[in-house]
């Protein structure tokens, strides 16, 4: 089991800069891991932002390509997801979440049912 703890998100104006991080449990060997940021605004279903895979590898939900990456730390203990350019469309609850390669279907993938280690979220709300 990993456990995940999100912290960074708060309100910013369109246009601003707010930078996520997530913090791994100890212990985890990360490199058999795809890790991943969600987002879930309210009434909507919970969508896939932006994963990593441990050669590097990234993804990114279309809408914030370019203006979202996502990265760790050398170590692997931290997953963190920088978000730029900010639009009102951006506002909502920010998970991190984990999946084995093994469960995840052996390829990096933006489906939340393909992730089962997930952290409690941090709210980011875009203002005009």
């Known amino acids: 089991q990993v456990q995940l703890v999100e912290s960074g998100g708060g309100s910013v104006q369109a246009g601003g800069s707010l930078k996520l991080s997530c913090a791994v449990s100890?212990?985890?060997?990360?490199?058999?891991?795809?890790m991943a940021w969600f987002r879930q605004a309210p009434g909507k279903e919970r969508e896939g932002v932006a994963a990593i895979a441990s050669d590097g590898s990234t993804r990114y939900l279309d809408s914030v390509e370019g203006r979202f990456t996502i990265s760790t730390d050398s170590a692997g203990f931290n997953l963190f997801l920088d978000l730029n350019s900010l639009k009102l469309e951006d506002t909502g609850m920010y998970y991190c979440?984990?999946?084995?390669?093994?469960?995840?279907?052996?390829?990096?993938?933006?489906?939340?049912?393909?992730?089962?280690?997930w952290g409690q979220g941090t709210q980011v709300t875009v203002s005009s």
């Open positions: 100890s212990g985890v060997d990360l490199s058999r891991y795809y």
């Open positions: 979440a984990a999946t084995h390669r093994s469960f995840g279907g052996y390829r990096l993938t933006l489906s939340p049912s393909l992730y089962n280690n």
